[in-house]
């Protein structure tokens, strides 16, 4: 499409990377069929093209405005719209972009702004947010409905059988900031699995965030300081032992960690060295296969129970993943079902659960509807806050992928 920014925005990195993008799109209209929000609400503005037409309105002058601000708020950043499209247009890119320019222009709600900050303050952080997960779990029953839902029943701790593989292919295992709270056990299983491979598991000395909740939250400082953070302190371990892969457990936080040379083009100083260490990072699905672990466990028996298989939009759309990951665990003998309308997504989007309450449980329900149309035992993800939504209606059992297999593992061993 033809665009006119304004001379200041387009003089900008972010004006000129905005422009490339939406000279991309065609106005087609192919993305609205896969758009979850225009799925549920049928309004060309809560589709990815009527976001591009605010988005684009905005960068060439027209005042933004709270019904603007609403519409792009609305989005998931589910990238099921970038499948889609024929022309390649970078749509989460460019929803970043927007989203950044409008909270410039500080027109949001006092009452969003301070909700915004306390999730910016808190969630990151392990030590703040295991906090009120406990707090949250003990005064559950005290909780209004709405908040209840989203307080944690945290299982009990499975302590998987650790191997010492001191000659293996170095590994870091990134834990997660909420997921070291809300699913430990996610953490424990993804070490045990590693090893079973021939890994050889190194854990952070410190427990970090990947930088995506404030990056959603447009609190863009500070992402691009957890973001130098974590690198510098990769380079570190990577300089005392060379390290083979940077692994994640949780997809959502992947798909930040490899958006990574994006986040750095913004940052002015000097960073093509941390190009290398980039590229380590990894999706644990990406190290996993059906073919070697049956080498390294011949005894290896998969359980017979029915599988529903969730897979998260950041596999599907982000990572690109979730049909490799399918056939591994398939390989292995395991009993998955893909449900209706996989590609949509489960409302879950990081803070998008607790910032979009009704649009997210309709969503999550949506969801869950079609995970449970074969009678599962258990429904398989590959991220945290996917596990979390979805428990939270309580209905079946949600696990991550690798306790599934390590599980397995133990019982075969």
């Known amino acids: 499409m033809q665009t006119s920014i304004i001379t200041e925005l387009l003089n900008t990195d972010f004006g000129k990377r905005a422009d490339d993008i939406l000279r991309k799109c065609v106005h087609c209209g192919f993305c609205t069929a896969t758009c979850p929000t225009y799925q549920l609400l049928s309004d060309e503005l809560d589709g990815p093209r009527g976001r591009i037409y605010q988005i684009k309105s905005m960068l060439e ?11 792009l708020d609305r ?48 969630l990151p952080y392990k030590n703040r947010n295991a906090l009120l997960f406990k707090l949250g779990s003990i005064f559950r029953f005290l909780l209004p409905v709405s908040l ?23 590994v870091l295992l ?3 900031c909420a997921q070291s709270t809300l699913s430990p056990n996610t953490n424990s299983a993804a070490t045990a699995l590693l090893q079973a491979l021939g890994y050889k598991v190194i854990r952070e000395p410190v427990v970090t965030c990947c930088g995506a909740v404030n990056q959603h939250l447009n609190q863009v400082e500070k992402a691009e300081s957890w ?27 992947g798909v930040m960690l490899k958006d990574y040379p994006k986040i750095l083009n913004h940052i002015s100083q000097d960073t093509q060295h941390y190009q290398p260490l ?58 998955l079902n893909i449900p209706q309308n996989a ?43 996917c596990e979390h939504h979805l428990n939270s209606a309580g209905k079946l059992p949600v696990i991550h992928w690798v306790e599934l297999v390590a599980n397995d593992i133990e019982q075969s061993c």
């Open 61 to 71: 002058g027209q005042p933004a405005d709270r019904e603007i601000l609403t519409h």
């Open 227 to 253: 973001v130098l953070n974590n690198l510098s302190s990769w380079k570190q371990l990577d300089a005392n032992e060379p390290l083979d892969a940077i692994v994640s457990t949780a997809t959502g936080c």
């Open 75 to 122: 989005c998931l950043s589910c990238r099921s719209c970038e499948t889609t499209c024929p022309s390649g247009v970078d749509y989460a890119e460019l929803i970043d972009i927007g989203r950044l320019h409008i909270e410039q222009q500080n027109i949001r709600p006092f009452g969003q702004k301070l909700a915004r900050n306390l999730l910016g303050q808190l």
């Open 278 to 335: 980039i590229e380590k990072i990894k999706d644990i699905s990406e190290l996993f296969s059906a073919e070697e672990l049956n080498k390294k466990i011949k005894t290896f028996t998969p359980g017979k129970q029915q599988i529903s298989y969730h897979a998260p939009c950041t596999l599907t759309h982000g990572h690109k993943l979730s049909e490799k990951l399918f056939a591994e665990l398939s390989a292995l003998g395991y009993q």
């Open 148 to 170: 209840k839902e989203k307080a944690p029943i945290i299982r009990p701790v499975h302590h998987y059988k650790q191997q010492h593989t001191p000659s293996g292919k170095a």
């Open 343 to 385: 590609h949509l997504c489960c409302g879950s989007a990081g803070t998008y659960s607790l910032l979009q309450p009704q649009l997210s449980k309709q969503l999550r329900d949506n969801k869950l509807t079609a995970l449970q149309q074969c009678s599962p035992e258990v429904i398989i993800t590959a991220n945290v806050g």
């Open 174 to 176: 990134l834990e997660g």
